[in-house]
């Protein structure tokens, strides 16, 4: 009987481990938006490349909360790498972060934590409590994750510009930059992402009529309409540099 029913139990854990297997890569595969990221810059980079201005600043408003009718070509370029590289660290390398420290369960409470904090935090007076708890969760869940995607970006620095530091400037412009800007997460990020571009990023938007200030991050020129497609490629070489630190951190433990 002993004989037989080995056979049945090991395929039995075998199913039910390809199963959690498959469910782990679904759930993965929901929490992360790197596809939906890259597409909704791909739609501000292809009418501001045909000089279609009108339909690029449309199309930028779907990123950003700040007033887009006014925006010039630099402008939309700008805040269209602002949301790339800041919204790669959270929906992309937070979540992805989350899913090895925590499993499953990790992700899901980073997604929602994320949702709520994008829905609510700091938006509206009478969700003004809740929406302060959600975002100060959000940044806890973020804070780790934030500096590894920073790191990540400083990797990854492309070299279209003649410099050779990129790395070196993306890691100044992080120390230097980051801890200026209102977000302690989004700072770091994005100082760090527009180093490794050789662009500089911030300084400030039109928010419901009215032009609210922030830091200059990053170096060198202002953004173009070819950095989008820049910082969509350097979030890519920021992946390959995790999953490749993922393969190592595995094989070193197992």
Known sequence: ??????????????????????????????AIGRKSLVEHAHRVYLPLSKGDITQARQQVAMLVSRDTDQL????????????VLENGSDALFAAL?????????????????????????????????????????????????????????????????????????????????GRSWKSPNAGPVMAAGAGALGIRLGGGGIYHGR???????????????????HACTLIQRATLIWLAALLIITWVLS
């Open 1 to 30: 009987m002993i004989p037989i029913m080995l056979p049945v139990v090991w395929i039995d854990h075998l199913v039910d481990g390809v199963w959690h297997g498959l469910l782990a890569i679904l759930t993965l595969y929901l």
């Open 72 to 83: 010039n070509t630099s402008d939309i370029s700008r805040a269209t790498c602002e949301s």
């Open 97 to 177: 972060f989350w899913f090895v420290v925590a499993g499953i369960p990790g992700v899901v409470l980073y997604r929602i934590v994320n949702t709520l904090d994008a829905m609510w935090g700091y938006r509206s007076e009478r969700y003004l409590y809740f929406g302060r708890v959600a975002a100060r969760i959000d940044d806890v869940m973020n804070w780790i994750p934030a500096r590894l995607t920073a790191l990540s970006y400083a990797l990854a620095g492309l070299h279209w510009q003649t410099s050779k530091n990129t790395c070196r400037a993306a890691l100044q412009c992080w120390w230097k930059q």
């Open 211 to 229: 032009h609210v200030a922030s830091p200059v991050l990053g170096i060198g020129r202002t953004a173009s309409t070819a950095d989008i497609q």
